[in-house]
C-alpha cells in the first residue's frame, strides 16, 4: 500500500462482510423494487390485503423496498454461513 | 450463547491469517494540476451541476424530469412514461450498461476515473477537506497530533461543510421523485412527511458515508464494476501505463545530469505518482485493479518531466500493445459488435418511444353478473379504464365490433380526459335477444380518440344460455 499515511485501524473483516452483504442486498433490492411496482400499485395492494389498511404510495414503496432489502440481504446471510461453516469445519480444512 | 454459536461464528474474525482484507492504511491524496485533472475538474462541475440544478428546471409550466412516484408518471421534459411503459426504462438500463461495456473495450476504466458518482462526490469531499485541513503533508501531521483547539476547529469545519453539502444532495434527490419546489416549501416551514425526511437523510448519510469515509474502500471491495471489468479489456485497451523500458532503472539525481551517464532510467523516484494516487498503489508496478483510471499520475510525472527537463509520458494513456512495440487496432471484433448492439438497440429504444400510442385502454368486465336482460335486450356492463398519456387533454368515443347490430351506450357520447390521466368510462353494450347465440362471443373494443388515434382491445360477451 502506498502512501505515508499513519494506520488507522482495520476495517474488521465481519464488518466488510456485513457491509459487502447490505450493499450487495441493496442493489438488488433496488432492482426488485422496480420491477414489482411498475407492476402493482402499493395503494391498491393495500387495499386488497387479507386485513386491508391504508397507506400512502410513498409509504408503500419505502416499507416494500425495505421488505426486499431484508429477503435479499436474508438469502445473502443464510448463503454466506452456509460457505463459510464448511469453510471452516475441521474436516475440509486443508 | 452456544445456541447462537452459528451467529458469532459467522461475523467472527478471520484468524487464519490469510484474510482477503489487508489492514487499510489511510489514503491522502495530494492534489495536483495538469492536463487532466483540469478535464476531471470540468467533469465534476458538468456532472454535479447537472445534479443540482436538473430539478430545478421547469418544461410546460411542470418540473422537466420528474419522477413522480405518489402518482406512478415519470416526466423527462416533454415525454410521460407510465408504469406500462416499464420496458422502456428496463431497456434504457441495458443500453447503458452496453454503453458501459463499449467504452471499456475501447477506452478502460474512463467510466471510473471521470464519471462515476462515487469518484465525482469523492472528489469534492476532498476539496472541502482541503479547505479546512490544508495539503497533504498538512493533513497527515494534522491526524497524527494531539486534539487541540485547532484540529477540533478544522475537524469540526471540515464535517459541517460535509454534513449541508450531503444534506443538500439528499434533498436535490427526493426532489428528483417529489416537486422540488413544493419540499422545499416543506423544509422551510419544517413541514417534511415521514418518508421524504427519511430518505433525505438516509441518501445524505450514504453520500457522507461514502464520500467522506469509505471513498476508494468502495471502488476495492464493493463495487462489481470493478472486479469484471477486465473481463471487457485486451491488449487494444487503453489503459495508464509506466514506460517500464524508459524509466528503469529508477533512482534520485541531480538535475541537468544525463541519466544514461549513471546508468540510470528516466524515473527518478520522486514517488509523486504515488503521493496523488486516490486508491494509494504504485502504477510502477504495473495495472492493478485498484487502478480507477483517474490520470492523476499521469499528471504528477509531467509535472516532473517538465521539471527535470525531460521529454513527457513516462506514465501515459498507452495500450498494452502500443507498449510492446506493436500496432493497437481500436475496430476489432470486440468493439464492433458492441458497437452494431448498441446503435441497434438504441435505434429500437427511440423508435419505440416515437411509436408509442398517446393513449391506453384497459377494460375491466362487471364482476357481479355476467349479463342483464331488460325486455328483449341482452346488456353486458364494462368499465373502460381510459388513459390519455399526452400531456393535453383529449376527447374520445368507442365503438365495438365482433357482433353485428351491437349497440355502445356511454353517458355521454364522447368522454374527456385530461392530459396524463386515467377515467373509468362505465360502457354497456345492448344486443337483441334472438339475435346471437347463447354463451360467450369476442368482441373488440375500438375507443378512437379526437386527433384519430385508435386503440384496440379485446373483450368478451355473454348471452344468456337457454
Redesign the interface.
Known amino acids: 500500500m502506498g502512501g505515508s499515511g499513519h494506520d488507522t485501524p482495520a476495517v474488521p473483516a465481519w464488518l466488510l462482510r456485513a457491509i459487502i452483504i447490505g450493499w450487495s442486498s441493496f442493489a438488488v433490492a433496488a432492482v426488485a423494487t422496480m420491477l414489482f411496482f411498475a407492476t402493482f400499485d402499493p395503494v391498491v395492494l393495500a387495499q386488497a390485503a387479507t386485513f386491508p389498511f391504508e397507506l400512502t404510495r410513498f409509504a408503500g414503496y419505502t416499507l416494500g423496498f425495505f421488505m426486499l432489502w431484508a429477503l435479499t440481504a436474508g438469502a445473502s446471510v443464510i448463503s454466506m454461513f452456509l460457505l463459510r461453516s464448511l469453510e471452516l469445519h475441521p474436516r475440509r480444512q486443508r | 450463547m452456544k445456541r447462537f454459536g ?1 451467529l458469532t ?6 484468524d487464519s491469517g490469510d ?10 491524496p495530494r492534489e495536483i494540476k495538469g492536463r487532466f485533472q483540469s478535464l476531471r475538474k470540468l467533469a465534476v462541475f458538468a456532472l454535479l451541476g447537472l445534479y443540482y440544478i436538473l430539478p430545478w428546471i421547469n418544461w410546460d409550466g411542470r418540473q422537466a424530469v420528474l419522477f413522480d ?2 402518482e ?1 408518471k415519470f416526466h423527462i421534459f416533454g415525454l410521460v412514461f407510465w ?1 406500462q411503459d ?1 420496458f422502456f ?1 428496463a431497456l434504457l438500463l441495458i443500453l447503458a450498461a452496453l454503453l458501459l461495456f463499449f467504452v471499456t473495450a475501447l477506452a478502460g476504466r474512463l467510466w471510473c476515473g471521470y464519471a462515476c458518482p462515487q469518484t465525482v462526490w469523492t472528489e469534492v469531499f476532498i476539496w472541502m477537506e482541503e479547505l479546512a485541513e490544508g495539503n497533504r503533508n498538512k493533513r ?1 501531521k494534522l ?2 497530533g494531539p486534539w487541540t483547539r485547532e484540529k477540533f476547529l478544522r475537524k469540526l469545519a471540515k464535517h459541517s461543510m460535509w454534513i449541508v453539502f450531503a444534506l443538500w444532495t439528499g434533498f436535490t434527490f427526493v426532489g428528483y421523485f ?1 416537486p422540488v419546489d413544493e419540499l422545499a416549501a416543506k423544509i422551510v416551514n419544517f413541514d417534511t ?4 425526511t ?2 433525505i437523510l438516509f441518501y445524505s448519510f450514504a453520500t457522507w458515508g461514502n464520500a467522506g469515509f469509505l471513498r476508494e ?1 468502495v471502488c476495492i ?2 463495487c ?1 464494476y470493478a472486479r469484471f471489468q477486465s473481463a471487457m479489456f485486451d491488449k487494444d485497451t487503453l489503459i495508464i501505463a509506466y514506460d517500464e523500458d524508459r524509466g528503469e532503472p529508477r533512482g534520485g539525481r541531480k538535475r541537468g545530469i544525463d541519466p544514461q551517464e549513471v546508468g540510470l532510467g528516466d524515473c527518478i523516484d520522486c514517488n509523486m505518482c ?2 496523488v ?1 486516490p486508491t ?3 502504477i510502477r508496478e504495473g495495472l492493478q485493479y485498484e487502478c480507477i483510471a483517474c490520470a492523476a499520475c499521469i499528471d504528477a510525472c509531467d509535472s516532473v518531466m517538465d521539471k527535470m527537463e525531460y521529454p513527457r509520458g513516462l506514465i501515459r494513456y498507452s495500450t498494452q500493445h502500443a507498449m510492446d512495440h506493436k500496432t493497437t487496432h481500436v475496430l476489432r471484433t470486440r468493439t464492433i459488435v458492441y458497437a452494431v448492439l448498441l446503435s441497434l438497440l438504441a435505434a429500437a429504444w427511440v423508435t419505440g418511444i416515437a411509436l408509442r400510442k398517446p393513449a391506453d385502454l384497459d377494460i375491466l368486465r362487471d364482476r357481479n353478473a355476467l349479463y342483464r336482460v331488460v325486455d328483449d335486450t341482452v346488456e353486458n356492463v364494462y368499465t373502460l379504464k381510459v388513459m390519455n398519456k399526452d400531456t393535453k387533454p383529449h376527447n374520445y368515443t368507442f365503438e365495438v365490433r365482433g357482433i353485428d347490430g351491437a349497440r355502445v351506450e356511454t353517458d355521454t357520447d364522447t368522454v374527456h380526459v385530461p392530459g396524463g390521466e386515467v377515467m373509468p368510462v362505465a360502457v354497456r353494450i345492448q344486443v337483441e335477444r334472438n339475435s346471437l347465440r347463447g354463451g360467450g362471443h369476442d368482441i373488440e373494443f375500438v375507443m378512437i380518440s379526437d386527433q384519430g388515434t385508435t386503440i384496440i382491445e379485446p373483450s368478451r360477451f355473454f348471452m344468456p344460455v337457454e
Open positions: 452459528f461464528r459467522l461475523f467472527q474474525k478471520d484474510s482477503m482484507y489487508v489492514a487499510r492504511e489511510k489514503v491522502y412516484l405518489p406512478r408504469p416499464f426504462l497527515i491526524d497524527k417529489t412527511g415521514p418518508w421524504e427519511f430518505w474502500q471491495y464493493m462489481p504515488v503521493q494516487c494509494g498503489i504504485d
